[in-house]
């Protein structure tokens, strides 16, 4: 049931996305608070952690405003706009993946440090890195290929949320306008 339910909000926001009428600005919060609202739900509800997930709030106003600055944006062409809304997902995927490839609550078989290499998993949140640590002092690392994606999808969504905040701080009715119905003139 959950699942059907799902896919009847992901038809709706796609029928939303298409319809003319409806201002970018309301598209962009449309597409991008159901996640980050999840997010925060997790981290309040079942994880206990209310000032990361208000700190995820406030993130996330910045970057919305970052993202109505960068689609009202006059001369960058469509598809660099468009270019952050699969690098900010990307990133966050490959940032859960790096913090979790030391993950000791997996089957004893299945981690990677205790049983494999015979160290001590450890991983850091940000900048995200996951490493098996020995007795010695020595380390291996973890998930390098999804630590190389993190980085580049982190540049490139940083350097187009800053030209959107560039925009937004360089004309500030821009991010009026992504919030008024288009003119039908």
């Not at 405003?65 to 062409?77: E, K, Q, T």
């Not at 015979?118 to 640590?133: I, K, L, M, N, T």
């Not at 540049?155 to 119905?181: E, H, N, Y």
């Amino acid at each position: 049931m959950t699942g059907f339910l799902v896919l009847l909000g992901c038809a709706a926001v796609l029928y939303l996305l298409a319809l003319p009428s409806v201002p970018p600005g309301i598209k962009v919060v449309v597409l991008t608070a159901p996640p980050v609202m999840a997010l925060m739900w997790l981290l309040d509800a079942v994880f206990d952690r209310r000032a990361v997930a208000a700190g995820i709030g406030a993130v996330y106003l910045v970057v919305l405003v970052a993202l109505n600055g960068l689609v009202g944006h006059p001369r960058l062409p469509t598809w660099t706009k468009l270019t952050v809304f699969a690098t900010v997902p990307v990133t966050a995927l490959a940032w859960l993946l790096v913090v979790t490839a030391d993950d000791t609550v997996k089957d004893p078989g299945e981690d990677p440090c205790t049983m494999r290499y015979g160290g001590v998993g450890v991983s850091e949140v940000f900048p995200p890195q996951a490493y098996c640590r020995y007795e010695g002092g020595g380390t291996h690392d973890l998930a390098t290929g999804a630590q190389f994606v993190f980085w580049v999808c982190f540049v490139v969504s940083l350097v187009l949320l800053t030209a959107g905040l560039w925009q937004v701080a360089r004309d500030p009715k821009t991010l009026l306008r992504q919030f008024r119905p288009p003119s039908t003139g």
